[in-house]
C-alpha cells in the first residue's frame, strides 16, 4: 500500500510502501538508520541486512544526502520517534543517487544560500517557515469567506502609482508606460460598490533602494476594503484580524514552530483588546524615552521597534499627520492635519504588519488631494468616478504576509519567509 509519513499513523502493524529523499544516513555495519521525508513530513526506516536482499542492502549501502528512493517495509510504533512510528524495511530501491549536495549540516555564509534557494528550500527550517506561511494565507482565505468577502483579483500593471512614485517598477506597455502595482486598493473600492466587502490577494512591487531585513521588492499583501466601513469599525477588524491568524498558528503549527525554536509567549498574550495611541501619544511616548523626533515626522524600524516593546503585544498607532500619508485618506473631522489611519504595529522588533485607513469620499476633496499631490489627473478620473457616482464611506488595510510570518516564526529576515525572495540586486535563482 503506497502511502505518506503523514498517514503513517493510520497504517501502523501494515506493510506499506513510501517514496521520498534520503536527509542522512546511520550506519553500524549490518544496520542502518535512514532519515527519509517525503514532503508530508520525516520519519526514520532501520534497515537489516539480515532482513533485506542484496539488491536493496546495496541500495542502502548505496544512498546519500537527497538521494531519491522507494521504501517497503512495516510500520511500528515507537514512542521515541518524533513522527512516533518508525518503518523497518523489507526492501529498498534506489530511485536516484544524488551527487555530493552542496547544502550540508554545517554552517554556510548567506549569499551562498540566497544563491541556492532552490535547494535551500528542503532544509527543516525553510519547511517549517513555509509551512507557517500556507497556513497562514489559508487562515486569511477562511477568515473572509466565513465573513461573506468577495474575492476580487486586482491587476498587476497599473497606469499609475497607488503610494508613490518613487518605489515604482516601470514597463513598457505597447508604447506606454505600465507599473507594477504597489497595491489593489485602489481597484478594491470601486468593487467595495459593486459588493459591500470585498478582498484582494497577490503579489505587490516595490522598487525601495533597502537592503533591511524588513523589505523585499516582490512581496504578498492581503487588502480587505469594506462599505460603510468607518474608522473605528475598520480597527475592530484589524484587530480581530490578526487575533485570528495567531490562533490558526497556534492551533495548527505546533511542530513548525518547534522545529523554528520559537517562543510562544508574545504569541499568547496577544489577545485583544490591543493598545491603541494615537500618533501624538506615540510622540509623547518616543520623546519620553529620549528619542529626539518631532510631530510630523514618520516612524522609522527604531521607533516603531520602540513603541510596540513597551506593550508585549501588538500596538494600534492611529491618527496620522496628513502630510506624511497617502493622498486617499479620510482627514480626521476634528483636526484635518490629522487623518484616519491606522498602523498595527508587532513587538520585538517586527514593525509595521498592517497598515489601513478610512478613505476619502468627498469627490471634491479627493480632486483637491491628488492635485496636491502632483498627480496625473488623467490616470485617476475612473477612480474619481466611485465618489461621483453614488458615493459612500469606506475604509481598508493592508497586509503584507512577508512581515506577518516572520513575526509569527520569529525568523529575522524576511527572505526566509517567501519561497524565492526578491532583494535589491538579488533576482537569481
Known amino acids: 500500500m503506497k502511502t505518506t509519513v503523514a498517514q503513517l499513523n493510520q497504517h501502523i502493524g501494515e506493510t506499506i510502501e513510501l517514496e521520498g529523499w534520503l536527509i542522512k544516513k546511520r550506519s553500524s555495519g549490518k544496520i542502518a538508520f535512514l532519515q527519509v521525508r517525503d514532503g508530508s513530513g520525516e520519519v526514520q526506516a532501520v534497515a537489516s541486512r539480515a532482513e533485506l536482499d542484496d539488491a536493496s542492502w546495496a541500495a542502502v549501502e548505496s544512498l546519500t544526502q537527497e538521494s531519491t528512493l522507494r521504501l517497503g517495509g512495516a510500520v511500528r ?123 484582494c490577494f497577490g503579489p505587490t512591487f516595490r522598487a525601495e533602494k533597502s537592503k533591511t531585513r ?74 519620553a524615552a529620549g528619542v529626539e523626533i518631532e510631530w510630523g515626522a514618520d516612524f522609522g524600524a527604531e521607533e516603531e521597534t520602540l513603541l510596540a516593546s513597551q506593550h508585549g503585544k501588538p500596538v494600534l498607532v492611529t491618527h496620522f499627520p496628513a502630510a506624511i500619508k497617502a493622498f486617499y485618506m479620510e482627514p480626521d473631522p476634528d483636526d484635518p492635519k490629522q487623518v484616519l489611519g491606522v498602523d498595527v504595529l508587532a513587538p520585538e522588533g517586527y514593525g509595521e504588519i498592517i497598515g489601513g485607513s478610512q478613505r476619502i469620499h468627498d469627490h471634491d476633496l479627493l480632486l ?47 527572505r526566509e519567509t517567501i519561497p524565492y525572495p526578491r532583494m535589491l540586486n538579488k533576482i537569481y535563482p
Open 77 to 199: 510504533a515507537d514512542d521515541r520517534a518524533p513522527s512516533g512510528v518508525e518503518i523497518h524495511l523489507a526492501t529498498c530501491e534506489l530511485l536516484d543517487q544524488s551527487p555530493e549536495f552542496p547544502i550540508s549540516p554545517k554552517e554556510h555564509g548567506v549569499s551562498f544560500l540566497a544563491e541556492n534557494r532552490h535547494l535551500w528550500l528542503r532544509s527543516r527550517r525553510q519547511r517549517a517557515a513555509l509551512r507557517v506561511r500556507s497556513e497562514v494565507c489559508q487562515a486569511i482565505r477562511d477568515f473572509f469567506y466565513e465573513r461573506d468577502f468577495v474575492l476580487i483579483d486586482s491587476p498587476i500593471l497599473t497606469p499609475a502609482a497607488c503610494e508613490g512614485t518613487s518605489t515604482l517598477f516601470e514597463t513598457d506597455y505597447f508604447g506606454n508606460p505600465a507599473y507594477l502595482s504597489q497595491s489593489g486598493q485602489l481597484y478594491l473600492e470601486p468593487a467595495a460598490a459593486a459588493f459591500g466587502k470585498v478582498y
Open 368 to 414: 483637491r488631494r491628488i492635485r496636491e499631490h502632483e498627480l496625473p489627473l488623467e490616470a485617476f478620473e475612473w477612480y474619481l468616478d466611485i465618489r461621483k457616482y453614488g458615493t459612500f464611506p469606506h475604509s481598508g488595510f493592508g497586509m503584507g504576509i512577508e512581515r506577518f510570518v516572520a513575526w509569527v516564526t520569529g525568523l529575522p529576515h524576511l
Open 214 to 287: 524588513r523589505h523585499l521588492m516582490e512581496f504578498w499583501m492581503v487588502e480587505p476594503e469594506v462599505a460603510f466601513l468607518e474608522f473605528g469599525g475598520l480597527c475592530e477588524l484589524a484587530e480581530e484580524f490578526v487575533v485570528s491568524l495567531i490562533g490558526r498558528v497556534l492551533d495548527r503549527c505546533g511542530a513548525e514552530l518547534d522545529v523554528l525554536e520559537r517562543d510562544r509567549t508574545v504569541l499568547e498574550a496577544s489577545v485583544a483588546p490591543f493598545p491603541r495611541l494615537t500618533y501624538s501619544q506615540a510622540i509623547e511616548q518616543l520623546q
